[in-house]
């Protein structure tokens, strides 16, 4: 018995002993899974914490960098204003007005005979605030005749444009975008927009498990994928913290992000996030981000003014820009839009008039030439140049700054017609560059540095440094009319030969028709560019003198001189050169030449204001004499072929030849516009070329398209018409025979009682 008990023991023993390794082995999987599942969900909470600080601090500072925005010269409209109704037109067109005789809202207008009624849109100027504004603009012959307060019926002496957004300074590494405020969006945009993308955005908490259920069971339904299950907010925290790579750790990393989110931020924060930051199609090297740049892109107007097929085509295009591009594919894009439509008035968006109406509407979009710098490379290339030149605190550059310049588009517009125009016949290799500017307040209006207006790359208007030519004899003349009791326009000069030494070589200086007139009035030899008399007046004044007077008409480094450089054997550039004639332009008064107005931060506070530093150069008198001399020159001298071209029309210029017609100049003006133009070749080859023949084409050709401002000079005091001696250039009594009846300065010059020859 007894050892039977303990047989049956051990055989006991041994048969619990495999129950119990089950259950130590079955507990010890699910501890270590506890385990497992314990950390992951500490390593997740920890994830969480970081991907909330990271989140957070981006979407609660400077979401993005956006670039600077250029805008053009605001359109100044008052009574006596030179506009023609067409130009104003064109401007409008320009700047995307819809014709629309109701002006039913902003950006509209309408014409009727010599009227156009202008519904203008809001803005941010640099003086402050300007609310839409409806007024009308009656022209007669000559330009605005009155502006009129639509509502009030108030004469209106003064009324604007919003200047034209015409660039992005978007760096390599950089978006394009314009941000926009929930509040700007129009309410039928946001909500067809949730329709479309994310119907249960306000009630779910990032993540939407039925969209991608119900997406998932499309896909396979459809065998193909044709819808996503991402919510907006999953979209936004793609686009703005992760990659485009398609693997199950991004979609996880989005679903997380998008779920903080929506817990750290509200509906309306995300949703205009998300507006600004999606991606609506490519500018050649830059993307376009958020429909605010999307719809200038796209429809050349604010969001706020499109119709509600082209919000459809803008909605439908998010779904993919590249796919749906109205530009390469707009049957495509058609489709696309009137699926947005079509669900726009299954939920009572549209009635059935609405909608029909939008379908039956061509996709319509501006084309690439239209979206803004298209044309205005060399006067960005220049206003890029001014900014560099500024102290703007780096908190600020990568905030939006806006940029105002002094560029009329017209003016560029008209520039770049003329040089294209008037250069097609002539030698392919032939190139030009032309700046214009308003010579009163200094400003760079237009500016052209190769005779292909788009092309960017070397702008010979203000980097090209070429040989002048006679454009230089003004300096000269000035200096001679500046010393008073010495020379007036009847001093006679010497037009004998004249051989020199001049850099080391003979040099025995011509005029243009290898002539010899003896002795000619200081007046004749400027008007007819005749340049041996230039050259002895030069040296009578000595080259330091020639040397102050370039320095005082606004050359702002030195350049050496010698013999020959008094007929333009130097080198400038066409925006140097136009320096120059600015101060002679403007009677003496002589102020920095510009392309910026001024720069603010993105609520229009001003970062920088140009400062009008106007200092004389040059009294009133001598400058008055020396436009006089410029002014017969257009009539009867070199430039006379402006007399034909515009007759019954004051214009001032001088034309200018380099040697061996390498270089052919040009520079002029009216009672506000002054003009520079240089025709070359790169490779510095004569082009047959004079100033008369070659650039002042180019000059009557933009003042036809644009009109003469004629040019009136009040007579200064102490200047008078006064009789000199043709023979001596004495002052002689009016009644003396062979005089010449000229203006000069009285006090300097008493008057004789009797006749007097020599």
Same mark, same amino acid.
């Given at each position: 018995?007894s050892?039977?008990?303990?047989s049956s023991?051990r055989?006991?023993k041994?048969?619990a ?5 089950r259950?130590?082995w %079955?507990?010890?999987p699910? %501890?270590?899974l506890?385990k497992? *599942?314990l950390? #992951?969900?500490?390593l +997740?909470?920890f ?9 957070s601090?981006?979407f609660s500072g400077q979401?993005?960098q956006v670039p600077?925005?250029?805008?053009a010269?605001?359109?100044e409209?008052y009574p006596g204003?030179i506009?023609?109704?067409?130009q ?6 320009s700047?995307?007005y /819809?014709?629309n005789?109701?002006l039913s809202?902003?950006g509209?207008?309408?014409?009727s005979r ?5 519904y203008?849109r809001?803005?941010m100027?640099?003086e402050?605030?300007e609310?839409?504004q409806?007024f009308?603009?009656?022209f007669?012959?000559?330009?605005i005749n009155r502006i009129t307060?639509?509502?009030?019926k108030?004469a209106?002496?003064f009324?604007? #444009? ?6 992005h300074?978007v760096?390599?590494q950089q978006e394009d ?7 700007q969006?129009p ?6 927009l949730l329709l *479309?993308?994310d119907?249960?955005f ?8 039925l969209?991608?259920l119900r997406?998932l069971?499309?896909n ?5 994928t044709?819808?996503g299950g991402?919510?907006?907010?999953q979209q936004?925290?793609?686009n703005m913290?992760?990659s485009s790579?398609?693997?199950? %750790?991004?979609?996880v990393n989005?679903?997380?992000i998008a779920?903080?989110?929506d817990y750290r931020f509200?509906?309306?924060?995300i949703?205009e996030?998300?507006l600004?930051e999606?991606?609506?199609?490519q500018?050649y ?9 999307g719809s200038r892109?796209y429809f050349?107007?604010p ?8 919000y ?5 295009i998010?779904?993919?820009p590249?796919?749906?591009d109205?530009?390469?594919?707009p049957?495509?894009?058609k489709?696309?839009?009137d699926?947005?439509l079509?669900?726009?008035?299954e ?5 059935r008039k ?6 039956e509407? @061509?996709?319509?979009?501006i084309?690439r030439?239209?979206y803004?710098n ?7 290339d220049?206003v890029k140049?001014? +900014?560099?030149?500024?102290?703007i605190d ?6 939006g700054?806006?940029v ?12 770049? /017609?003329?040089v294209?125009?008037? #250069?097609a ?5 032939l190139?030009?560059a032309?700046v214009?500017?308003?010579?009163r307040?200094a400003e760079?209006n237009a ?5 292909v207006?788009?092309q960017?790359g070397f702008n010979r208007a203000t980097?090209?440094r ?6 230089v004899?003004p300096v000269?003349?000035l200096e001679?009319?500046?010393?008073r009791g010495r020379y007036?326009l009847?001093?006679p ?13 003979? %040099?025995q200086p011509?005029?243009?028709?290898k002539?010899?007139r003896?002795?000619v009035s200081?007046?004749d030899a400027l ?8 050259v002895?007046?030069g #040296? ?5 003198a020639v ?6 008409l606004?050359l702002?480094?030195r350049?050496?001189?010698?013999p020959?450089a008094?007929l333009?054997?130097?080198?400038l550039s ?9 101060t002679l332009a ?5 102020q920095?030449?510009?392309?910026l107005?001024? *720069? ?6 001003p ?5 009008h530093?106007l200092?004389?150069r040059y009294?009133?008198q ?8 410029l002014i017969q020159?257009?009539?009867t001298?070199t430039?006379r072929a402006?007399?034909?071209?515009f ?5 001032a210029?001088k034309?200018?030849?380099s040697?061996?017609?390498r270089d ?5 003006f009216?009672?506000?516009t002054?003009?520079t133009?240089?025709l ?5 080859k004569?082009i047959? +070329?004079t100033?008369?023949?070659g ?8 003042f ?6 004629s040019?009136?000079?009040?007579v200064?005091e102490q200047?008078?018409l ?7 250039g004495?002052?002689? @009594?009016?009644?003396c025979l062979n005089?010449?009846?000229l203006?000069?300065?009285?006090v300097?010059?008493?008057l004789?009682s ?5």
């Open positions: 018995m050892s039977k008990k303990t023991g055989s006991s041994k048969r002993t495999p129950g119990v390794l259950t130590v %079955w507990h010890k699910l %501890w270590l506890a497992v *599942v950390l #992951l969900l500490v +997740l909470a994830y969480f914490l970081y991907l909330d600080s990271k989140i601090k981006k979401k993005w600077a925005q250029i805008y010269k605001s359109i409209l204003k506009l023609t109704q067409q104003f037109i064109q401007q409008l067109d700047l995307q /819809q014709r005789p109701a809202g902003a509209q207008y309408s014409v010599n009227h156009v009624s202008v203008r809001p803005f100027y640099v402050g605030y609310a839409a409806l009308s603009v009656e007669n012959r000559g330009g307060q639509r509502r009030q108030e209106l002496n009324a604007r #444009l919003e200047p034209q957004l015409i660039d300074l760096s390599a975008r314009e941000l926009v405020q929930l509040q969006v309410e039928i945009f946001k909500d067809t *479309v993308e119907r249960e306000y009630h779910h908490h990032g993540v939407s498990p969209a991608v997406a069971w499309v396979i339904t459809a065998g193909r044709v819808q991402s919510t907006l907010t936004l925290a793609k913290y992760l790579d398609r693997t199950l %750790w991004r979609k989005e679903a997380m779920l903080v989110l509200n509906k309306d924060q949703l996030a998300y600004n999606v991606f609506v199609g500018n090297a830059h993307a376009v981000h958020g429909v605010g740049l892109f050349g107007k969001l706020t003014e499109l119709t509600t097929a082209e459809a085509l803008m909605i439908g998010l779904k993919g590249s796919y749906f109205p530009r390469r594919f049957a495509r894009a489709e696309r839009r699926l947005v079509r669900l726009m008035f939920q009572k968006f549209l009635d609405q909608y029909e109406q939008a379908v509407q @061509p996709v319509a979009v084309s030439n239209q803004m298209t044309g205005f490379a060399s006067y960005l220049a140049k001014e +900014l560099r030149q500024l102290s780096e908190q600020y550059r990568d905030k700054i806006k105002f310049t002094y560029l009329d588009t017209q003016a560029q517009a008209a520039i770049e /017609q003329a294209s125009s008037q #250069l016949p002539l030698d392919p290799e190139q030009a032309a214009v500017v308003d010579y307040r760079i500016m052209v540095g190769s005779k207006a788009v960017g980097d090209a070429r040989q002048i030519g006679s454009i004899k000269i003349f001679a009319l500046a010393q007036t009847a001093t000069l010497d037009d004998s030969p004249i051989r020199l030494r001049s850099n080391d070589q003979d %040099w011509q005029n243009f028709d002539k010899f003896g002795q200081l007046l008007v007819n560019s005749l340049n041996i008399p230039t002895r007046l #040296l009578q004044l000595g080259l330091p040397s102050d007077g370039l320095r005082k606004g702002n480094r350049v050496k001189l010698h020959a008094l333009g054997a130097i080198e066409p925006l140097e050169v136009t320096q120059l004639y600015q403007n009677n003496g008064m002589h920095q030449l510009s392309t107005y001024a *720069v603010t931060d993105a609520n229009g506070h970062l920088h204001l140009r400062e530093q200092t004389r009294n009133e001598e400058v008055y004499l020396l436009q006089y001399a020159a257009a009539k001298g430039a402006l007399s034909s071209v007759p019954g029309e004051i214009l210029g034309t200018g030849t040697s061996d017609y052919s100049w040009f520079s002029g009216d009672q506000q002054l003009m133009v240089w070359g070749r790169d490779d510095n004569a047959g +070329l100033g008369a023949s650039a002042l084409n180019v000059f009557s050709r933009y036809t398209l644009q009109g003469v401002n040019l009136l000079r009040a200064p200047v008078s006064q009789a000199f001696s043709a023979k001596t004495y002052p002689q @009594p009016q009644n005089v010449l009846l203006p000069a300065i009285s300097e010059m008493p004789p009797e006749c007097t020859e020599e």
